[in-house]
């Protein structure tokens, strides 16, 4: 008990009552299935560099034990998640680069002027507590003030994590959330930067962010969440809104439903329109627009190449 209780308290704020009333459910879990606590350190203490990350995002315990990454999800996937999640990441990336990862640090990937005023949009790869509900990573696009535009949050998984047709155990990159903007004028700054981006929308240009950092780490996959699948869905609320419907938008990319009603599949590139099919009076505005995905398909792959075991 004792160590549980050390253990919730580096996860929770327990000067925060709502905190303090999850710390409590913690420790309640804890108790009524100890095993569980127990198997997910006993796989963090095999290597130095897991038990290191542990103690920098403990986290990971808090996720074991509640009902997070998508709706009615169990223990046993969820215990699936994190493991496949870090053995992936152990083996493919630097310790160092990790232990600053998960230690709060965040890493630009890619970054496209805008104006005097707003700066820079960025792209960057993060790893914060309150995006642990539907994800282990992010990628974030922000703003050079640093408010948020658009995330998604995603972990590391085989495609047979769910019992789908036509799973081949290939490492897949699955995604538990989109997340828009709540700056306070976000709808005019959406505006402004879908016309940066020569009327690329900034939710299409965080989703083909991510589909660059999955094919940059090598996976063979992208599953995304349905409104049915979504988390939240644990927890209903009257008053819960998306601003975008995850299904709509994920079909609308070339996204096709699984025999899972929770997650549709994704291409791992975005279908384009060839030069022929597109009218000769946007044709300027869509090579612009493809001279920007390329340049950050480059960046994406080369910061990405940095961040990996030396081989």
């Known amino acids: 008990m004792e160590n549980f209780i050390e253990l919730g308290k580096t996860i929770y704020n327990l000067n925060n009552p709502r905190e303090a009333r999850r710390f409590a459910v913690f ?7 100890p095993q569980r606590i127990t198997n997910l350190k006993k796989f963090f203490s095999q290597s130095e560099c897991l038990t290191a990350i542990s103690k920098k995002f403990p986290f990971f315990y808090e996720q074991i ?9 169990n223990y046993p996937v969820r215990k699936k ?22 230690g709060g640090e965040e890493f630009e990937l890619w970054q496209t002027p805008i104006d005097e005023t707003r700066g820079d949009l960025k792209l960057f790869l993060s ?19 640093g408010s948020p535009i658009y995330q998604i949050n995603f972990w590391i998984a085989q495609d047979n994590l769910l019992d789908l047709k036509n799973s081949t155990g290939d490492l897949a990159m699955w995604i538990g959330a989109m997340q828009g903007s ?35 780490l090598g996976l063979k996959k992208i599953f995304a969440v349905t409104n049915y699948g979504y988390y939240a869905n644990n927890h209903v609320r009257l008053d819960r809104k998306l601003k975008t419907s995850f299904g709509d938008f994920w079909a609308e990319c070339g996204g096709v439903l699984t025999s899972d009603k929770r997650f549709f599949e994704l291409p791992l590139v975005e279908p384009r329109k060839s030069y022929e099919e597109i009218p000769v009076r946007k044709r300027a505005v869509y090579k612009r627009r493809f001279e920007l995905l390329d340049g950050l398909d480059a960046a994406v792959e080369e910061k990405i190449l940095s961040f990996k075991k030396a081989t």
């Open 182 to 216: 709540n700056v306070e004028d976000s709808r005019e700054l959406i505006k402004l930067l879908t016309k940066k981006c020569h009327a690329y929308r900034t939710k299409n240009l965080i989703l083909y962010a991510t589909q660059a950092v999955a094919r940059a």
């Open 127 to 145: 790893v914060l507590p309150g995006q642990r509900k539907e994800g282990l990573i992010s990628t974030v696009l922000r703003i050079s003030d």
């Open 27 to 33: 420790l309640a879990r804890c108790c009524l299935h």
């Open 65 to 73: 034990t509640r009902a997070f990454f998508f709706y009615k999800s």
């Open 81 to 102: 998640i994190i493991e496949d999640s870090m053995i992936f990441f152990t083996q493919t990336l630097d310790e160092n680069f990790l232990l600053e990862l998960y």
